[in-house]
């Protein structure tokens, strides 16, 4: 149990176009998802929290209007990264907080991340 | 807000010998610890985690210590096995696990055959 997926795995593309990343828990449901960021050989950081049916929480430093957020039922989230430029260039993953099931609650499970290469 | 400190940033060990990851914390508001490994390419697989309400927490070859006086938390693998060569996240969290998690640096473990 305990599964969550993203889609796609890679994603090139030119800049100033748009990127959707799909997240997806599938074998539970969750009604908190979250986006980190994770440049080469450095650590995760959070980039906002998405909540099923509400607007996200984004951390500071972190342009809402650049990574749209949206999380419309319990085991979908995406994050869509809006004209974007190679600095943006990044592994994108999510994770799923738990609320019901026979595995624990409040524990976070990733996936398995996206690759995202702006050229 | 919360700042993770994790050492070190890389050990190597010989294989079947035991290795020690170090993570201290700086909000005594964070009450839950998990511990990550990723493989390169992949996502954050968890391994372990302790909540606050608990000193040690054990899972076969791997042991999670907290001291929540000092602040510091630490990982203990025994028996290292190849497969156990990746990096390693420390990470805290307010409410249980609830809120998003602030990660250490990383440790690159190396397991020498």
């Known amino acids: 149990g305990a599964v969550v997926s993203q889609h796609p795995s890679w994603v090139i593309c030119k800049s100033g176009t748009s990127v959707k990343i799909e997240c997806r828990s599938l074998d539970f449901q969750a009604t908190t998802m979250f986006w980190y960021r994770q440049f080469p050989k450095q650590s995760l950081m959070l980039m906002a929290t998405s909540n099923e049916g509400s607007k996200a929480t984004y951390e500071q430093g972190v342009e809402k209007d650049k990574f749209l957020i949206n999380h419309a039922s319990l085991t979908l989230s995406t994050l869509t990264v809006t004209s974007a430029h190679p600095e943006d260039s990044s592994f994108y993953i999510c994770s799923a907080r738990i609320i019901q099931g026979a595995l624990s609650t409040d524990t976070q499970y990733f996936g398995p991340g996206t690759r995202l290469t702006v050229l | 807000g919360e700042n993770v400190e994790q050492h070190p940033s890389t050990l190597s060990v010989q294989e079947g010998d035991s290795a020690v990851i170090k993570c201290t914390y700086s909000d005594s508001a964070s009450n839950y610890f998990p511990w990550y490994k990723q493989e390169l390419g992949k996502g954050p697989q968890l391994i372990i985690d302790?909540?606050?309400?608990?000193g040690e927490k054990k899972d076969q070859r791997i042991a999670v210590t907290l001291n929540k006086t000092a602040k510091h938390f630490s990982l203990h693998i025994t028996e290292t096995q190849p497969e156990d060569s990746a990096v390693y996240f420390c990470a805290a969290a307010h409410g249980g696990g609830a809120d998003g998690l602030t990660f250490g640096k990383g440790t690159h473990l190396i397991i020498q055959p």
């Open positions: 302790i909540r606050s309400n608990v």
